[in-house]
């Protein structure tokens, strides 16, 4: 009888008590990721799109303030924010968050941020044409970040050591100054350096784009552990609007709107244009944690060692989580939208 009357007050009450548990809605939540330096709190990533119009607002619900920040400190900024509680997810480049991963900060990479094509400029007027001609002049980098790997990658390929060449490490706006000034000769950096070639200041001697696509440089979409553990259902709800941001950027008819959400960072829309010139954005922007984005992560893993910018190891399939991802495509049909990639980047299936 006991027995009769536990159930039959489990049945009755079992609703309110599945509601009482539901999630709490966090009252706000922070993001971080790359600004230009200069513009305004808007950044040229697909995170920037999600902001602007709407996709994780939308998704979370009006209720709960989104705060978004577009650092200028790039990569070291982020973690710094990250490790100091002020950020909840974050999109950034490849090198920086495995140093940070390194450190034991705990972080989770629920989606890819597509890739960055990393131009290579010299001061106007130098006598400068190619990499190899860089021996012997200096060069404006922030040091632990994608840019560092790309230069070094690309001195490498051209037959070239760091030794041959001065490193300045400098954040971002103090690189287009010192540039600008005539501090540094040249700059290892991606489309927020192509205003200074329209003022004349400088010229493009290297682009990974049309020199090195494999050497463009990776970004990862994160959120902490403890928010994913603390709001597992607001994380769901944050990764499906990420992945909405990347379908709507990847239709043609939506490429002139985000390139004008993008200059509102300070890059122009020019230059914009020209970095995504002869190129699909949904293909650059591919959101999905495929065997390329691995195979990317995994030789960041491998130059942060052997540079000795982290003494732990980084364990990659400890840290990627698809299942949020792979929540997020099958619920808005998304599966086969964009096509598998092998670690080099070829098309496997559709």
Same mark, same amino acid.
Request: net charge negative.
């Given at each position: 009888? !006991?027995?009769?009357?536990?159930?039959?007050?489990? #049945?009755?009450?079992?609703?309110?008590?599945?509601?009482?548990?539901?999630?709490?809605?966090?009252?706000?939540?922070?993001?971080?990721?790359?600004?230009?330096?200069?513009?305004?709190?808007?950044?040229?990533?697909?995170?920037?799109?999600?902001?602007?119009?709407?996709?994780?607002?939308?998704?979370?619900?009006?209720?709960?303030?989104?705060?978004?920040?577009?650092?200028?400190?790039?990569? +070291?900024?982020?973690?710094?924010? !990250?490790? /100091?509680?002020?950020?909840?997810?974050?999109? $950034?480049?490849?090198? +920086?968050?495995?140093?940070?991963?390194?450190?034991?900060?705990?972080?989770?990479?629920?989606?890819?941020?597509?890739?960055? /094509?990393?131009?290579?400029?010299?001061?106007?007027?130098?006598?400068?044409?190619?990499?190899?001609?860089?021996?012997?002049?200096?060069?404006?980098?922030?040091?632990?970040?994608?840019?560092?790997?790309?230069?070094?990658?690309?001195?490498?390929? /051209?037959?070239?050591?760091?030794?041959?060449?001065? !490193?300045?490490?400098?954040?971002?706006?103090?690189?287009?100054?010192?540039?600008?000034?005539?501090?540094?000769?040249?700059?290892?950096?991606?489309?927020?350096?192509? +205003?200074?070639?329209?003022?004349?200041?400088?010229?493009?001697? $290297?682009?990974?784009?049309?020199?090195?696509?494999?050497? #463009?440089? @990776?970004?990862?979409?994160?959120?902490?552990?403890?928010?994913?553990?603390?709001?597992?259902?607001?994380?769901?709800?944050?990764?499906?609007?990420?992945?909405?941001?990347?379908?709507?950027?990847?239709?043609?008819?939506?490429?002139?709107?985000?390139?004008?959400?993008?200059?509102?960072?300070?890059?122009?829309?020019?230059?914009?244009?020209?970095?995504?010139?002869?190129?699909?954005?949904?293909?650059?922007?591919?959101?999905?944690?495929?065997?390329?984005?691995?195979?990317?992560?995994?030789?960041?893993?491998?130059?942060?060692?052997?540079?000795?910018?982290?003494?732990?190891?980084?364990?990659?399939?400890?840290?990627?989580? +698809?299942? $949020?991802?792979?929540?997020?495509?099958? #619920?808005?049909?998304?599966?086969?939208?964009? @096509?598998?990639?092998?670690? /080099?980047?070829?098309?496997?299936?559709?």
């Amino acid at each position: 009888m !006991i027995r009769s009357l536990l159930l039959s007050l489990l #049945t009755l009450f079992g609703g309110a008590g599945i509601a009482a548990a539901a999630e709490p809605a966090p009252g706000a939540i922070h993001f971080g990721a790359v600004g230009s330096g200069y513009g305004q709190q808007v950044g040229t990533q697909l995170i920037a799109i999600a902001h602007i119009k709407g996709f994780i607002q939308a998704e979370v619900g009006d209720a709960v303030k989104l705060d978004f920040n577009y650092f200028t400190g790039t990569g +070291p900024a982020i973690n710094e924010a !990250i490790a /100091n509680g002020q950020l909840d997810f974050a999109q $950034y480049g490849s090198l +920086p968050s495995i140093i940070l991963r390194a450190t034991g900060v705990g972080t989770k990479i629920i989606a890819s941020g597509g890739g960055t /094509n990393i131009y290579g400029v010299v001061r106007t007027g130098l006598p400068i044409n190619s990499i190899k001609e860089l021996k012997g002049h200096s060069v404006t980098i922030q040091k632990a970040t994608i840019l560092h790997w790309s230069l070094l990658e690309t001195l490498k390929a /051209n037959g070239l050591t760091e030794r041959d060449i001065t !490193i300045l490490d400098l954040k971002t706006a103090d690189q287009l100054a010192a540039l600008a000034s005539g501090s540094a000769d040249a700059e290892f950096g991606t489309a927020s350096v192509l +205003p200074l070639r329209d003022q004349g200041l400088v010229k493009v001697i $290297y682009t990974s784009q049309r020199d090195d696509p494999r050497a #463009t440089g @990776p970004s990862a979409f994160f959120v902490t552990d403890a928010f994913a553990a603390k709001y597992p259902e607001t994380t769901q709800h944050v990764v499906n609007g990420f992945i909405k941001a990347a379908q709507w950027v990847a239709q043609p008819e939506n490429r002139e709107e985000a390139l004008q959400i993008w200059a509102k960072s300070g890059v122009s829309y020019a230059s914009l244009k020209e970095e995504y010139a002869n190129e699909q954005l949904h293909d650059r922007l591919d959101p999905r944690l495929d065997d390329f984005f691995r195979g990317q992560y995994a030789d960041g893993i491998d130059f942060a060692k052997q540079q000795k910018l982290t003494r732990k190891d980084v364990d990659l399939s400890q840290w990627v989580d +698809p299942s $949020y991802e792979a929540k997020a495509l099958a #619920t808005l049909g998304l599966q086969n939208y964009w @096509p598998n990639r092998d670690v /080099n980047g070829a098309v496997v299936s559709n």
